[in-house]
């Protein structure tokens, strides 16, 4: 019989102050799999990479909803990061690195740089005025 997967769900405003709070919530909740140190801080980061992303891109100059949805699975944990913003034009150009489309605000253009190298896989889906979803999935070898 296969063992039922763990899933949480938060919902929370585009505000500075939350990039921190998904970056803990998804720490505590991915400690069950009892991951390496480097395993957990990658998660931490590339979390925080795409919540970012959805509080200076997606949401500019306003505040939204960013709906963070995390499982843990046999091997690791999948994480899915949506916003319902402005959306990404050309996906494949923004995930260029150095490609930013604030350059006057010292924005590095690495944000889905740092995302991939910190997971094993991610997925960009947007849509002009409709939003953006982000899904990463990061192995964690278990200590357990």
Same mark, same amino acid.
């Given at each position: 019989?296969?063992?039922?997967?763990?899933?949480?769900?938060?919902? &929370?405003?585009?505000?500075? =102050?939350?990039?921190?709070?998904?970056?803990?919530?998804?720490?505590? &909740?991915?400690?069950?799999?009892?991951?390496?140190?480097? =395993?957990?801080? @990658?998660?931490?980061? +590339?979390?925080?990479? +795409?919540?970012?992303?959805?509080?200076?891109?997606?949401?500019?100059?306003?505040?939204?909803?960013? =709906?963070?949805?995390?499982?843990?699975?046999?091997?690791?944990?999948?994480?899915?990061?949506?916003?319902?913003?402005?959306?990404?034009? @050309?996906?494949?150009?923004?995930?260029?690195?150095?490609?930013?489309?604030?350059? @006057?605000?010292?924005?590095?253009?690495?944000? &889905?740089?740092?995302?991939?190298?910190?997971?094993?896989?991610?997925?960009?889906?947007?849509?002009?005025?409709?939003?953006?979803?982000?899904?990463?999935?990061?192995?964690?070898?278990?200590?357990?």
């Amino acid at each position: 019989m296969k063992k039922p997967s763990n899933e949480m769900k938060l919902i &929370f405003p585009s505000l500075s =102050e939350n990039e921190r709070l998904a970056r803990v919530a998804v720490g505590g &909740f991915i400690s069950s799999k009892n991951p390496r140190m480097d =395993e957990l801080s @990658d998660v931490k980061t +590339a979390v925080s990479e +795409a919540v970012t992303n959805c509080i200076v891109h997606a949401y500019r100059d306003t505040v939204g909803l960013i =709906e963070l949805t995390a499982r843990l699975t046999e091997d690791g944990v999948y994480i899915k990061i949506r916003d319902r913003g402005c959306g990404i034009e @050309d996906v494949k150009k923004a995930m260029e690195p150095l490609f930013t489309t604030l350059p @006057d605000e010292e924005r590095s253009g690495l944000g &889905f740089s740092v995302m991939e190298s910190f997971t094993d896989s991610i997925s960009v889906k947007s849509k002009p005025g409709s939003g953006t979803t982000v899904v990463m999935v990061k192995k964690l070898r278990s200590r357990i």
